[in-house]
Each structure stands twice: as structure tokens, then as C-alpha cells.
């Protein structure tokens, strides 16, 4: 054998084929981009009610993750401090939540994302 020659492995043509075959499509079915959320299993609530608990959810956890928020990051724990924070705009409180939800659920996608290219493997 002469060193100008490539080094051939020796395998089956066919075999490669075949492998090549079902890498390509493992990872068209894994797609992050592609892949489909049902809503319905995240949303707890009765058959044909799922609008109106969708309502109450994107006006219940806001606010009350905006209130968590002040009590824990504003006030510091301390229910006396807590009180005196200005309570009475539950549009403020709804945005301040609604940020921390969204960051939150941000995160919780990326996270997802990454962890999609160790599955493909």
C-alpha cells in the first residue's frame, strides 16, 4: 500500500445508507421549531370552559406573581414594609408579574431549546 493512497474502512454501503437514513430522519422528527404544544394540557379546566379559565389564568397569575414579587424583592419579607407599598393599581402589580412570567417562561423555552440538541443524539 502505497501513502498516497486514502484510507478506505472497510463497511457495507448499504449499511451507511441505511444509518444516514435514520439520523436524518430522527432529527427531522425532533425539530424544536416543529414540534406541537397542546395548550389543553396545561390549562386545567372543564370541557368547553378552556377560554374563559385562559381569561382568569392571564388575570389571576400576573397579579398574584407581581404581589410575590413586591412581598419578596420590594418589601423584603417583611409584611410591615409589604403594607406599605401602594396596593392600589392592579395594572401596575399585573405588569410587574406579568414581566417575571414572561422571563420565566422565557427561560424555561431556552432551556428547552438546549436540551432538544442533547436528545437528537
Known sequence: MSSQEPIRAKG??????NFQKRTTTKRKNSSFA???????????????YEAFMFIIYFLTIPYLTGLAFLYLFVAK????????VKLSS??????????VVAAILLTLIAYSFIKSFKSVE
Open 90 to 99: 392592579f395594572f401596575v402589580i399585573w405588569a410587574i408579574g406579568y414581566e
Open 77 to 84: 419579607a417583611s409584611f410591615e414594609h409589604f403594607l406599605n
Open 34 to 48: 416543529q414540534k406541537e404544544i397542546d395548550v389543553k394540557a396545561f390549562i386545567l379546566a372543564p370541557e368547553g
Open 12 to 17: 457495507n454501503l448499504e449499511a451507511a445508507k
